[in-house]
């Protein structure tokens, strides 16, 4: 058990660029979440996928971000035409359904746009 | 609707003594709670959840919360405080089986020498 894994740990971008970020998920565990988290808050709810599907969305989650699962493993988050106001720190987190809603976070992937 | 109100932003305390970090939560149903750590420029970490088992709950590190319903609270104390629990605490709440957990405004714990 590697834990979750995230890539890039850090990302810096000019403002209007495209950004992605990749996770991977503790192996077997079939939920799958992305939360964000500015300095000074607490993470908040992007979305949620059970297998590939993508079960749940916050109203954070605009027209410029797309998350997918494709095959049920790994999970990537684009941002499209970045805003200054989207760096953040971006968590992804995994969970077995044997655990409910017990999740576990990987070290997250910064984003600063300039 | 489910929410988490952490009650100070920032607790102090000198090493060896005592923990207190304070939380009430709203849920429209019967919650799972959670307390997670972070540190500096990190992930979060699971301390300790409740999950309608038994109220005193007991997680790493040395620390334990109580569950509350009539009182809505689920408090994280620790006896003794160590120079490396210097961190950020998030009471988190979730009144669901999966998808979507509440975090709180977190409180930073600060332990001096």
């Known amino acids: 058990d590697t834990g979750v894994s995230q890539d890039p740990r850090h990302k810096i971008t000019k403002r209007g660029q495209n950004v992605t970020f990749r996770c991977d998920p503790i192996?077997?565990?079939?939920?799958l979440y992305w939360y964000r988290q500015t300095l000074g808050q607490g993470p908040e709810f992007l979305t949620y996928?059970?297998?590939?599907?993508?079960?749940?969305k916050s109203r954070l989650l605009s027209d410029r971000f797309s998350a997918e699962r494709p095959k049920g493993s790994f999970s990537t988050l684009e941002i499209q035409r970045t805003e200054q106001g989207d760096s953040a720190m971006y968590l992804c987190?995994?969970?077995?359904?044997?655990?409910?809603?017990?999740?576990?976070f990987g070290e997250g992937s910064w984003l600063t746009v300039v | 609707a489910q929410s988490v109100t952490q009650l100070d932003s920032h607790v102090s305390v000198s090493e060896g003594t005592p923990v207190l970090l304070r939380c009430n939560y709203s849920?429209?149903?019967?919650?799972?709670l959670f307390w997670y750590v972070q540190h500096p420029n990190k992930g979060l970490q699971l301390l300790l959840k409740?999950?309608?088992?038994?109220?005193l709950v007991k997680g790493i590190n040395g620390f334990e919360a109580e569950f509350k319903k009539s009182e809505t609270s689920f408090h994280l104390t620790k006896p003794s405080a160590h120079m490396s629990d210097a961190a950020e605490y998030f009471c988190?709440?979730?009144?669901?089986?999966?998808?979507?957990?509440?975090f709180g405004d977190g409180t930073t714990l600060t332990v001096k020498p």
């Open positions: 987190a995994s969970s077995p359904t044997t655990e409910g809603n017990t999740i576990y």
């Open positions: 192996s077997e565990h079939n939920r």
């Open positions: 996928f059970q297998n590939e599907a993508q079960l749940e």
């Open positions: 849920s429209s149903y019967s919650p799972s």
């Open positions: 409740y999950t309608s088992a038994a109220t």
């Open positions: 988190v709440v979730s009144d669901t089986n999966a998808g979507k957990s509440t």
